[in-house]
């Protein structure tokens, strides 16, 4: 069987954890079926992938248009009968990005398109902020390709309810879960000594300091990440505790000059406060993690959230929002604290009540760090729980047993 993976992040262009889940997917894939790989940003040297620019005749167009102008270079591809003679069985897309090309390569050459739903564009109503009148663009790119789509692979429970609730006219019996998955050896704490010199000397040089307890967040600087709602907690935690935070790519000037005026404000009034904007190696990210004493999840959307599940195999707790995907992650007592949140049902995430959303936050984090013995033996538990559910070889499984009720129709 020959399976077409649509994506728009892949090696070595990745910033968020679609593009991570495509790559590890693809690997473990390639176990089992005939793998090909079509991303954005330009040709790759990869056996198997092809990457595609935007067309010369739309550099200047909104955003969304270039899109899909990758797009329709993507659905001639899938037609295209490989050297070997082999022609695609399924397309699978990711993320709106890639959603049009995997609906259109259905309809053009008659084979079943199944997506991955990394996120919706209904509940990220601030990206008008970032695409203009492409935001329109791209939720009804959205809309047509899950009405249509033969199958639809939700992250999470919690996401899997949000589809049906955001496009009614899906067939629940079409939405499937398979949670995201995680890289157990890619990600672990260092062991040997090589690896720990490494990490030691990653971490100085970052103006971390790895004697003194820190609460770390890593993620892009979007509205739903919740950011700003993290730098006015850390402002309660205790004064040795340092804030790491390894956030970069904002979504719009308004949203970096809010993140940026937040961080100098923390600063001013707190020392350890280490702000790196730079997207890090993973060996350099795990040491990050590894100095670490909690991590900070504190996002308003998520559908599962993958960073969760790499702070926790490198043996991290988590203090998560009790939204979306995260409860599915986090055993609230066991591997972190969940965060409880009372939301805006408009579709931004936002809190009613910001003020207690933040307090309770602060309260959480407050709790984990000052008792690191209990945050190292919850760290334990973390790390055996994605060990126990949310390996890449049950996902991959999972994943092709779909594929198949698929083709059976």
């Known amino acids: 069987m020959r399976v077409d993976l649509l994506t728009r992040e892949y090696p070595p262009n990745i910033y968020g954890g679609a593009g991570v889940h495509v790559a590890e997917l693809a690997a473990v894939l390639r176990r089992s079926v005939d793998v090909r790989v079509h991303c954005f940003d330009g040709a790759r040297d990869e056996p198997g992938v092809a990457g595609y620019d935007v067309p010369a005749t739309l550099a200047g167009a909104n955003p969304a248009l270039q899109t899909l102008g990758v797009d329709l270079e993507m659905v001639d591809a899938v037609g295209a009968v490989g050297i070997d003679g082999v022609r695609s069985d399924l397309v699978h897309s990711h993320t709106w990005y890639a959603n049009m090309a995997g609906h259109l390569a259905s309809l053009l050459h008659g084979v079943p398109h199944v997506l991955t739903a990394h996120s919706l564009e209904p ?10 009148g492409g935001y329109a663009l791209s939720s009804w790119v959205e809309r ?16 899997r309810e949000d589809i049906l609730r955001s496009y009614p006219a899906v067939d629940p019996a079409r939405v499937h879960v398979v949670h995201n998955g995680i890289d157990l050896d890619g990600w672990q704490r260092p062991v040997d000594a090589a690896d720990l010199e490494h990490a030691d000397a990653t971490v100085r040089e970052l103006g971390i300091d790895p004697s003194r307890p820190a609460v770390v967040f890593v993620g892009r600087i979007t509205r739903q990440k919740g950011l700003p709602y993290f730098l ?19 979504d719009t000037p308004q949203i970096a000059a809010e993140v940026s005026g937040l961080v100098e404000q923390l600063r001013a009034r707190r020392s350890g406060v280490v702000w790196i904007e730079q997207m890090l190696p993973r060996r350099d990210l795990v040491a990050v993690l590894a100095h670490g004493t909690v ?37 609230d007592g066991v591997t972190g604290r969940l965060v409880p949140i009372d939301q805006v049902r408009d579709g931004t995430g936002t809190p009613r009540d910001p003020d207690a959303f933040v307090a309770d936050l602060a309260a959480a984090l407050v709790e984990v760090v000052s008792d690191e013995e209990r945050a190292r033996t919850w760290g334990v538990a973390a790390r055996r729980r994605v060990e126990d559910h949310f390996s890449w070889d049950a996902i991959a499984e999972r994943t092709l047993e779909i594929y198949a009720q698929v083709l059976r129709g």
Request: proline share 9%; with cysteine; aromatic share 4%.
């Open 123 to 132: 509940l990220r109503p601030w990206k008008a902020e970032q695409l203009g």
């Open 232 to 250: 006015r907690a850390a402002e309660q935690l205790p004064a040795d505790v340092q804030v790491v935070l390894c956030a970069g790519a904002p």
């Open 144 to 159: 047509t390709a899950y009405e249509a789509a033969a199958g639809v692979i939700a992250v999470s429970g919690g996401m």
């Open 295 to 331: 991590f900070a999840c504190p996002s308003v959307y998520e559908p599962l959230g993958i960073v969760n599940l790499e702070a926790m195999a490198v043996g991290l707790p988590v203090v998560g929002t009790a939204t979306g995907g995260i409860p599915e992650v986090v055993d």
